[in-house]
Nanobody, 121 residues
Framework: QVQLVESGGGLVQPGGSLRLSCAASGSILSINTMAWYRQAPGKERELVAALTRSGDPNYADSVKGRFTISRDDAKKTVYLQMNSLKPEDTAVYYC???????????????WGQGTQVTVSS
């Protein structure tokens, strides 16, 4: 059974930093794009950052210059370093990945369960 498990969320003051991690586990043959999404109360889920297998990042305009996405394929883990956090960054953050898995040998899209990030004084 393939799983994505996020960690690192919590409560932080404005201007502070958090680092989210997401580890993939299960019968995974290869990993393509890994990404972070977020969903604030009453809003649609939105892409925060994505990172292709070749290392090309893509960021939402609202987080450019503040957030950095990275990955460690050996650990099947994607990270999101969040600096200069603002109250409007408050949301549930979800990990997303394109994984080629056994026994199908095809790529599927998988989601984590989400981790809460709250930015408040």
């Amino acid at each position: 059974q393939v799983q994505l498990v996020e960690s690192g969320g919590g409560l932080v003051q404005p201007g502070g930093s958090l680092r989210l991690s997401c580890a993939a586990s299960g019968s995974i043959l290869s990993i393509n794009t890994m990404a972070w999404y977020r969903q604030a109360p009453g809003k649609e889920r939105e892409l925060v950052a994505a990172l292709t297998r070749s290392g090309d990042p893509n960021y939402a305009d609202s987080v450019k210059g503040r957030f950095t996405i990275s990955r460690d394929d050996a650990k099947k883990t994607v990270y999101l370093q969040m600096n200069s956090l603002k109250p409007e960054d408050t949301a549930v953050y979800y990990c997303n990945a394109d994984l080629r898995v056994l026994p199908t040998f095809v790529y599927g899209n998988y989601w984590g369960q989400g981790t809460q990030v709250t930015v408040s004084s």
